[in-house]
């Protein structure tokens, strides 16, 4: 089959041929990896060979809060070892709300150190906030993206689902003992969370002007083993729905990102109409198989993923070989849509040589079907 962006599209429309189209999960030879050393000749590879979806972030707000009465003032700073903090403090509202992020040495990737919301107080705060603007999406970063990947493939665009969103706000034990004992009021967060989402969503659709596809995430935090299916409808159905509403009205292709198993929503989500689920990791952190996923798509959609991120930095190249073997045999003969990918964004820099070979040695065999 064809590599880069016209793969993606004959995928969407069902045109469907071997070998599979084969993707190095969030790699940007044009961003952060492609200044990464380390990560050179991996970059060089998937360009010249595979298909490219790099990752844009044009709604890093962490609240999706823009500038209005209430709003979020961001400060940064490094400290000695080189760790870089994110110190966010939501202002206008009389009452200290802050939150902060981390990025050590090496590592591309953000973590909380401090959430928002610590106490009842906090979150009564959150639940009355006046004069709130939806945040704005960074639209010039993916048209910028856009322009950088041409042919290769399609920028993929992150954004937070509402209860993902809503979550990062409290400790986590704290948000999933209310989920079950102050219900109404974390509804209301996420419902409210999901209004600013929504609306910031349907603006980069309609005035990005440039092709790109929309990944939503968070969603793995509403289902097995943290909740329900039914759990997940409650909480982030018409969210979904609604979203999926919007990239119809402008055309714009969605995916449906969720670690761990799916395989109790995987027909509700297929059934909204989003065109990818993502990343289908293998057992035990997954619970279903490439084959699995391709019989519950039945057209309806691109099955992504496979292989399990984690076999590229503590596994053999025989680690390497089975996995992708195992993903080539369930999909093919199926007529069906798939790419192979590898379940998650690699981050760290140096990139070891093993990973480095096993990167270069699982496009090589995908290549080969």
């Known amino acids: ?65 823009g500038k209005g009465t209430v709003e979020i003032i961001t400060g940064i700073d490094k400290e000695a070892d080189g760790t870089t903090t994110k110190h966010h403090e939501l202002v206008g509202t009389g009452h200290a709300l802050t939150m902060e992020e981390v990025r050590t040495p090496g590592d591309s990737s953000w ?64 948000f999933f003992i209310k989920t079950r004992t102050d ?35 968070g969603a793995e935090l509403a289902v097995p083993p943290f909740m329900s299916r039914d759990d997940f409808l409650k909480f982030e159905g018409e969210f979904y729905r609604n979203i999926a509403e919007i990239k119809n009205r402008y055309n714009v292709p969605s995916a449906f990102h969720c670690h761990g198993p799916v395989h109790d929503i995987m027909d509700d989500i297929w059934d909204m109409g989003y065109d990818f689920i993502e990343p289908f990791e293998p057992a035990p952190r997954g619970d279903v198989t490439i084959g699995e996923a391709l019989e519950c798509a039945h057209g309806r959609g691109v099955v992504f993923g496979g292989v399990d991120d984690v076999i590229f930095n ?35 820099d140096p990139l070891s040589e093993t990973a480095k070979e096993n990167f270069l040695l699982f496009m090589e065999l995908g290549l080969k079907g």
């Not at 906090?122 to 704005?136: N, Q, R, T, W």
């Open 1 to 65: 089959m064809p590599q880069g962006r016209q793969a993606i599209y004959d995928l969407l429309n069902n045109k469907v041929s071997w070998p599979p189209v084969v993707v190095i999960f969030g790699l940007d030879p044009f961003g952060w990896h492609g200044e990464q050393e380390s990560y050179r000749e991996v970059c060089d590879f998937a360009r010249d060979n595979c298909t490219l979806l790099p990752k844009v972030y044009p709604l890093e707000n962490p609240l999706m809060i």
């Open 111 to 174: 973590k909380n150190r401090k959430r928002w919301i610590e106490n009842d107080s906090d979150l009564e705060y959150f639940l009355s906030l006046p004069g709130v603007v939806p945040a704005k999406p960074d639209i010039e970063a993916v048209r910028v993206k856009e322009q950088q990947v041409g042919e290769y493939g399609l920028p993929y665009i992150e954004a937070y689902d509402p209860f993902g969103m809503v979550c990062e706000m409290f400790p986590t034990d704290m």
């Open 314 to 348: 503590a596994g053999t190249q025989d680690d390497i070989r089975s996995a992708v073997k195992h993903c080539l045999n369930d999909a093919r003969d199926t007529g069906a849509p798939f790419i192979l990918s590898q379940s998650a964004t690699p981050f760290h």
């Open 183 to 217: 219900t109404d009021r974390i509804m209301r967060l996420v419902k409210i969370t999901g209004e600013r989402i929504l609306e910031c969503i349907e603006v980069l659709c309609r005035d990005t002007d440039c092709p790109f596809i929309l990944r939503l995430v």
